[in-house]
């Protein structure tokens, strides 16, 4: 697994003082795929690379598509199935917990700084 995948989203921010929060918690500066396959959710408007062609991240397609909110964290089912079941198959169980904790409490900082 690449190292850069895991980095702790927190740390990031604390250290560049920027984020790019993906709707789901994914600090986009921290992914190592950000500048190479792709572009942030946003930008694509969730037609993300990992998604089959032309289709849109389940994820996005739900919080902004379906429920019309700014990001997960404006939902009251953080972290839902949709999360549980959207995982990168790199990731050990462990990894996986950890992953998700942290973009919850991104998501969660990012709202008490709205």
Not at 24 to 51: I, N, W
Not at 53 to 60: D, F
Request: net charge negative.
């Amino acid at each position: 697994m690449n190292p850069e995948a895991t980095t702790n989203i927190s740390k990031n921010r604390e250290d560049t003082g920027t984020s790019a929060l993906s709707v789901c918690g994914t600090d986009c500066h921290s992914c190592y795929c950000y500048g190479k396959m792709c572009t942030g959710c946003d930008e694509c408007e969730g037609k993300v690379f990992h998604a089959p062609e032309g289709s849109v991240c389940t994820i996005y397609d739900c919080v902004r598509n379906e429920k019309g909110l700014p990001d997960c964290g404006s939902c009251d089912e953080l972290p839902c199935g949709i999360w549980m079941s959207t995982r990168d198959p790199h990731f050990s169980d462990e990894e996986f917990k950890q992953n998700v904790a942290e973009r919850v409490r991104a998501l969660r900082e990012n709202g008490k700084n709205s």
